[in-house]
Nanobody, 126 residues
Framework: QVQLVESGGDLVQPGGSLRLSCAAS????????IGWFRQAPGKEREGVSC????????SYAGSVKGRFTISRDNAKNTVYLQMNSLKSEDTAVYYC???????????????????WGQGTQVTVSS
């Protein structure tokens, strides 16, 4: 069955960096677009960044553009989210999600992703 496992969340000071990993199993992940989403306490889940199946296309939320970088290694069935210059407002549970890609949609809409991991906590605080 489709399984997505996030890791790499931690407590980090403002201005610091973290790299999140999303390990996929149970499906041919190189046919799937992968997205990172986050949910802060009391807020709705939102799209952070998405990457196409061949890694040719990426998209980012305006709030993270220039600070976060998404990448994937299909040989390892893993997608990464490198987060730099972290801010307190980046504090959230981060989820990765997958969808079979027929065409690239840059909107990174969470409603279009049917497969989800359990999330990893990122806390940015001094």
């Amino acid at each position: 069955q489709v399984q997505l496992v996030e890791s790499g969340g931690d407590l980090v000071q403002p201005g610091g960096s973290l790299r999140l990993s999303c390990a996929a199993s149970g499906f041919a992940s190189d046919y799937y677009a992968i997205g990172w989403f986050r949910q802060a306490p009391g807020k709705e889940r939102e799209g952070v960044s998405c990457i196409s199946n061949g890694a040719g296309y990426t998209s980012y939320a305006g709030s993270v553009k220039g600070r976060f970088t998404i990448s994937r290694d299909n040989a390892k069935n893993t997608v990464y989210l490198q987060m730099n210059s972290l801010k307190s407002e980046d504090t959230a549970v981060y989820y990765c999600a997958a969808k079979y890609q027929t065409s690239w949609d840059s909107r990174c809409s969470l409603n279009s992703y049917p497969y989800w991991g359990q999330g990893t906590q990122v806390t940015v605080s001094s």
